[in-house]
């Protein structure tokens, strides 16, 4: 295997088990589940020219690339019926496209049994990439991760009701042209900014979702400390996944928890109105080994972030495309084992005060008080805005999101989403004016909230967003911050902070492009970096 599309990479590329707990059968299958998926998506391409359009292979080519992204699916047998449901749709499509001659992927029959496809799979890994181009391959590479990105909140919308085929067609589109051979580095960048683009779709189309079902997010109070009785974790990002476990776990004295990017689910109205919605319990995704273990009660995987859970296998369960060898798999919404195995386990003995986090602040939220905050701009009562967040992670040098945070200044405002507030998520840091210094817009596909709320600012100031006193300061871990990165560049934002590393398939030439178009610059302390931020 070889595998570098996380930040926790090791040494520039995992080669014998994944740092996520991958092993090499699973990452090889993922690899030649995305080579499949590019070919489906070189058929849907060509059927799409004659007038085919098919609603199956569609939300199936993003369920497909989704599995692929970090820690959602370790579970081979999956991978099996994926890459041979993927053929048949491929094969299925292919009759009905007349005059096109189809090679590679679109023609590749998957072998019969695990062993070959595995072998199948490297042969069609990243090392193998015929593109002779190192900058190419790199750009390449990065199109395929923001991709991957993209599904996943495609996948998400979809799950809600909400689809646009013109999305799937632009997805299809890029996936079928990272197989093509003799691209110059300016068409790849402009792929990626497509990319980008297409990501800001998506976002919209999983707003939408969410908010026109669940309502727009409001400020609320949660609690964090734990409520006597049977209990149930929901970690991921699925809010019907949550609202369907709340409806039939209704007068079963079950409390659900949050875990991780779940904690926004708290803001929306349509979900907070279950009494037993009990409050928040843990961190962020890679402190679940540890917390997992220590939870008494069952435990439900929704989207990705899962890791190794053999220390608690009977407790924890998994829905949607997530998977995990041993893990019970809930499918059709019926929750019924998760809530046996809740009644079955002990739950918190007692109720427990740990204080409260406030999150819920989406654009609505926020741009309900703009006249307040844009007063208190012009006025120097707020000086600036940060924007941290993005991936939380286990890699060394993520103190330095807490630090920064600590140490900006008190007439500065916080904006944070996605797992990486669990740095600071709980630190009181007072208010400006009745506006909290600290500021949860939401999970990693808020950041359609948070882009929205700075052209706002921008319209009401009158100049562009890079006029703003407003800096990104962002963390990385997996795909879908890539396609949020991507999505940030064709909004033309420039400035941003990465860390705590940048990414291992990024060559020199690349980073020097970013730099020099986008000045993105390596996070370096918190002092420098505040300091050269403020002036």
């Given at each position: 295997m070889f595998c570098y599309q996380c930040e926790q990479t090791a040494k520039g590329g995992c080669t014998k088990i994944g740092v996520c707990g991958k092993t090499d059968s699973t990452a090889s299958l993922q690899d030649l589940l995305l080579y499949l998926s590019k070919g489906l998506s070189q058929v849907a391409c060509a059927a799409r020219e004659q007038g085919i359009e098919d609603p199956e292979v569609n939300l199936f080519t993003v369920k497909a690339v989704f599995s692929t992204l970090t820690n959602v699916n370790f579970d081979d047998a999956?991978?099996?019926?994926?890459?041979?449901?993927?053929?048949?749709?491929?094969?299925?499509?292919?009759?009905?496209?007349?005059?096109?001659?189809?090679?590679?992927?679109?023609?590749?029959?998957?072998?019969?049994?695990?062993?070959?496809?595995?072998?199948?799979?490297?042969?069609?890994?990243?090392?193998?990439?015929?593109?002779p181009d190192a900058d190419v391959k790199s750009l390449k590479q990065t199109l395929t991760y923001g991709l991957k990105?993209?599904?996943?909140?495609?996948?998400?919308?979809?799950?809600?009701?909400?689809?646009?085929n013109e999305l799937y067609a632009k997805v299809q589109t890029l996936l079928a042209a990272t197989l093509a051979q003799g691209l110059t580095v300016p068409q790849c960048v402009e792929a990626g900014l497509e990319c980008g683009r297409i990501n800001i779709r998506a976002m919209e189309l999983l707003d939408d979702a969410n908010t026109s079902t669940y309502g727009h997010p409001v400020p609320t109070e949660v609690k964090l400390g734990p409520t006597a009785g049977k209990a149930i974790l929901v970690s991921g990002h699925d809010l019907k996944d949550l609202e369907t476990l709340l409806r039939q776990t209704e007068g079963k004295g079950i409390n659900i928890y949050t875990h991780g990017e779940m904690l926004p689910c708290h803001g929306y109205p349509e979900l907070h109105k279950y009494p037993h919605l009990a409050g928040h319990y843990g961190t962020a995704w890679q402190n679940q080994k540890k917390e997992f273990a220590e939870f008494p009660g069952a435990i439900l995987m929704t989207t990705n972030c899962i890791q190794d859970p053999k220390k608690y296998i009977e407790n924890i369960f998994t829905t949607g495309l997530v998977g995990w060898p041993g893990a019970v798999h809930v499918q059709n919404d019926d929750f019924t084992p998760v809530i046996e195995k809740a009644l079955e386990?002990?739950?918190?003995?007692?109720?427990?005060?740990?204080?409260?986090?406030?999150?819920?602040?989406?654009?609505?939220?926020?741009?309900?008080?703009?006249?307040?905050?844009?007063?208190?701009?012009?006025?120097?009562?707020?000086?600036?805005?940060?924007?941290?967040?993005?991936?939380?992670?286990?890699?060394?040098?993520?103190?330095?999101?807490?630090?920064?945070?600590?140490?900006?200044?008190?007439?500065?405002?916080?904006?944070?989403?996605?797992?990486?507030?669990?740095?600071?998520?709980?630190?009181?840091?007072?208010?400006?004016?009745?506006?909290?210094?600290?500021?949860?817009?939401?999970?990693?596909?808020?950041a359609y909230s948070a882009v929205q709320i700075a052209l706002a600012l921008a319209k009401a100031f009158d100049c562009g967003v890079n006029d703003l006193p407003l800096s990104l300061v962002l963390s990385w871990y997996e795909q879908k911050a890539?396609?949020?990165?991507?999505?940030?560049?064709?909004?033309?934002?420039?400035?941003?902070?990465?860390?705590?590393?940048?990414?291992?398939?990024?060559?020199p030439n690349v980073l020097d492009y970013l730099v020099e178009n986008y000045n993105i610059a390596p996070i370096s302390t918190p002092e420098a970096d505040l300091a050269e931020i403020l002036g």
């Open positions: 999956r991978f099996v019926a994926l890459i041979n449901r993927c053929v048949a749709l491929r094969d299925r499509l292919k009759a009905k496209v007349s005059g096109v001659e189809f090679d590679g992927p679109a023609v590749l029959m998957p072998a019969l049994d695990i062993p070959g496809m595995v072998a199948q799979g490297r042969e069609f890994g990243i090392e193998n990439d015929p593109e990105g993209v599904c996943a909140y495609a996948d998400h919308a979809a799950i809600l009701g909400k689809e646009d386990l002990p739950g918190f003995a007692e109720t427990v005060d740990k204080g409260s986090v406030t999150t819920g602040f989406a654009r609505n939220a926020v741009m309900s008080v703009a006249g307040t905050v844009i007063d208190a701009v012009k006025s120097g009562d707020i000086r600036h805005f940060f924007l941290v967040g993005g991936c939380d992670g286990a890699k060394p040098g993520r103190n330095y999101y807490t630090e920064f945070v600590e140490q900006a200044p008190a007439d500065t405002v916080i904006l944070t989403l996605a797992c990486g507030k669990f740095r600071f998520f709980d630190k009181k840091l007072g208010d400006i004016g009745g506006i909290p210094r600290l500021l949860d817009v939401g999970q990693c596909n808020d890539v396609a949020i990165l991507l999505s940030l560049l064709a909004l033309g934002i420039k400035n941003i902070k990465l860390g705590p590393s940048l990414p291992a398939f990024i060559t």
